[in-house]
């Protein structure tokens, strides 16, 4: 099967919301009047993002959720991607499987797939997505105010957990390590909380390296600090069955280490200013979203942990960063 063949069969379907889709040489889309297009990229190599077993069908889900959960954080609704897909060799039983994963989480979202580019060299998968925002209205990492709250979406820490078991670091029981798993490879992408917020959150990202690493992002953009309450942050790690089985310092450790720096979580972190607790709250039931107060912006420049007691916790909690 050559190139074209290969573009023909997985990943060409006729497309409604964008004018042209795969097949000229640009796609062409069509945002509606008072909108701002919001873009973003996120690239996946093997050995580096995934392991080179890892199930094709969840590598598809997981490419293009990254990219969704991007324009998330942005409070921007997905209109259509691209796909730019470096293949050592043309496997079928491979391309149907990731095609497979990718087309079920762009139909999930009514984002089309509308180009790319396709060659063949180590696996690499780069996806760049398209969403759409009202002008003036996409949420940013500039926003924070000081006296304004701090949340999360959803959980924290499970995907590194299953990352350390996976590299053989810790042991696991079977089905702590399978649904752990579940979250490292099949990320949500928190698209309806995103919109959800539009007008609420004076900031907003995506954690995707790791909760501390990526809330400072946010701090310094917005020129504040942070105080965090690391017991909530550290609570909401859903394998809690497998922090309490074992007991003693190791745990609290690992713990702390896999939600406050664990990476590929893709959450949400946002802050909202305290008077708009009740749309927050209302935000995050209309979007099935839980979402979770962990802390309080600050004037001071950096971060404050802080344990139950309100006792400082020592920050050595560093997030994902590619050349550290
Ligand atoms: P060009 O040579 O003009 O860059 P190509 O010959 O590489 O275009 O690709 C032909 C068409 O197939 C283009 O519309 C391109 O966007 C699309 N395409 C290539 N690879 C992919 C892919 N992996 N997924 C979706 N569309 C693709
Ligand atoms: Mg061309």
Known sequence: MGEFDLIARYFTRPVRRA?????????????????????SSDMLVEGRHFF???????????????NLSDLAACGARP???????????????????????????????????VGGDTTQGPLNICITVFGEVPTGQALLRSGARPGDDIYVSGTLG???????????????????????RQRLERPTPRVALGLALRG??????DVSDGLLGDLTHILTASGTGALIHTEIASDLIAEKAYKSSDSGHFDLEMTRQCTLAGGDDYELAFTAPPDRRSAVAAAAQASHTPVTRIGTVLAQPGLQLVDAAGAPVPHRYASFNHFA
């Open 19 to 39: 004018a042209l889709g795969v097949g000229d040489d640009c796609a062409l889309l069509a945002p509606a009047p008072g909108m701002q297009l919001a873009v």
């Open 52 to 66: 080179a077993d890892v199930d094709p069908e969840a590598l598809g889900h997981k490419a293009l959720a990254v």
């Open 79 to 113: 209109l259509a991607f691209t796909l730019a897909l470096a293949l050592p060799r043309v496997d079928e039983t491979w391309l149907a499987g990731f095609s497979r994963g990718l087309w079920a989480l762009a139909d999930e979202h009514g984002c089309e797939l």
């Open 158 to 180: 499970d995907a590194r957990l299953a990352l350390e078991a996976l590299l053989g670091h810790i042991t696991l029981p079977g089905d702590v390590l399978a649904r752990a």
């Open 200 to 205: 609420v959150a004076s900031s907003a990202m």
